[in-house]
């Protein structure tokens, strides 16, 4: 069974740092497209970041643009949300989510394109 496992929220002050680990079990994000999602409480699902299977043509959404980052190193066996500079706005379970199939760079935020998904963890940005 192909499953994802998100690591690393937990509370932070406002200004502060995360980096968030998605760790896949059952097989290698090598040949994977990557998307970062997240959920504030009463919002819709939301794509935060997003990235290509062979690693190219990172992609944030203007919230985050400059603070947030997504990479895939390690040959596929993990991929990392790095977050900085972080705004209670931020406040979300953060998702991440993974397809072997052909995703293009414009559509890659785009939920529908992802058919392997975390549990989620949980990130709370408060002072």
């Known amino acids: 069974q192909l499953q994802l496992v998100e690591s690393g929220g937990g509370l932070v002050q406002p200004g502060g740092s995360l980096r968030l680990s998605c760790t896949p079990y059952g097989f290698n994000l090598e040949t994977y497209a990557i998307g970062w999602f997240r959920q504030a409480p009463g919002k819709e699902r939301e794509a935060v970041a997003c990235?290509?299977?062979?690693?190219?043509?990172?992609k944030v959404i203007p919230s985050v643009e400059g603070r947030f980052s997504i990479d895939k190193p390690n040959h596929g066996t993990i991929a990392y949300l790095r977050m900085n500079d972080l705004k209670p706005d931020d406040t979300a379970v953060y998702y991440c989510?993974?397809?072997?199939?052909?995703?293009?760079?414009?559509?890659?935020?785009?939920?529908?394109?992802?058919?392997?998904w975390g549990q989620g963890t949980q990130v709370t940005v408060s002072s």
């Open positions: 989510a993974a397809t072997r199939n052909y995703v293009d760079v414009r559509d890659c935020i785009m939920s529908s394109q992802y058919d392997i």
């Open positions: 990235l290509n299977a062979w690693g190219g043509f990172p």
